[in-house]
Nanobody, 123 residues
């Protein structure tokens, strides 16, 4: 069983930055990882994904050029660097483990989820 714990969320001004971390325990070997977010009253949406090797990344259009996903397999960790934050980025951010090694934006492709960390961007 895989357990994921997100951290690094908080309150930041528009234009500011945050770095989210996802610490994993259990088996993540060979799996792509992703970040999703969910704002109040909205469906959970894809943010970014990274392949097992880290060589392939995929971003939602809404965050492309502002967010960077990375991973450190030796530490069993995934990160999301969030720059130029906007109020519409406000959401609970979730880390998730894909079912295979390839990146995906499809929620149902992910098997394990963290508890989420709140990101609030003030205007």
């Amino acid at each position: 069983q895989v357990q994921l714990v997100e951290s690094g969320g908080g309150l930041v001004q528009a234009g500011g930055s945050l770095r989210l971390s996802c610490a994993a325990s259990g088996r993540t070997f060979g799996y792509a990882m992703g970040w999703f977010r969910q704002a109040p009253g909205k469906e959970r949406e894809f943010v970014a994904a990274i392949s097992w090797s880290g060589g392939n990344t995929y971003y939602a259009d809404s965050v492309k050029g502002r967010f960077t996903i990375s991973r450190d397999n030796a530490k069993n960790a995934v990160y999301l660097q969030m720059n130029s934050l906007k109020p519409e980025d406000t959401a609970v951010y979730y880390c998730a483990t894909d079912r295979d090694s390839q990146v995906s934006s499809i929620l149902t492709e992910y098997a394990y989820w963290g508890q989420g960390t709140q990101v609030t961007v003030s205007s």
